[in-house]
């Protein structure tokens, strides 16, 4: 499923470039653009899935790939390594969720802190 109008859609599709720093066949990770911490990567479904909300049990393999990617992301990108170092995973859902693009994805955030909006 893809949405047109979708800007994770777009940048799946190749149609807007990104700061790439992985990608299989059902998601793509990158760089966000306004990071908000040191290192701040997005996950994002290949899928078109709106958020959270719209997950159903079809999906948990999908969500449990992603989440076991997260780690090896997180380190291949800059964080330290546990327990001294480590990242947070965040999934904002809706608009009072703080969701923006509404496209499921994860945020991977970590580095030394304080971070900006963390």
Not at 39 to 46: I, R
Not at 74 to 103: D, K, L, S
Request: aromatic content about 6%.
């Amino acid at each position: 499923m893809h949405d047109p109008d979708c800007l994770f859609c777009k940048i799946v599709a190749g149609d807007i470039p990104c700061s790439k720093v992985y990608e299989d066949d059902e998601m793509i990770a990158f760089k966000d653009i306004r990071p908000a911490a040191p290192v701040h990567l997005l996950v994002v479904p290949k899928r078109h899935i709106p958020s959270m909300a719209q997950v159903t049990a079809d999906d948990a393999p999908l969500l449990g790939r992603m989440m076991v990617k997260a780690p090896e992301l997180a380190m291949a990108n800059g964080c330290n390594p546990y327990p001294e170092g480590g990242f947070r995973i965040v999934v904002n859902t809706g608009a009072e969720g703080g969701q923006e693009v509404h496209h499921l994805h994860l945020h991977i955030l970590g580095g030394p802190r304080p971070w900006r909006n963390g």
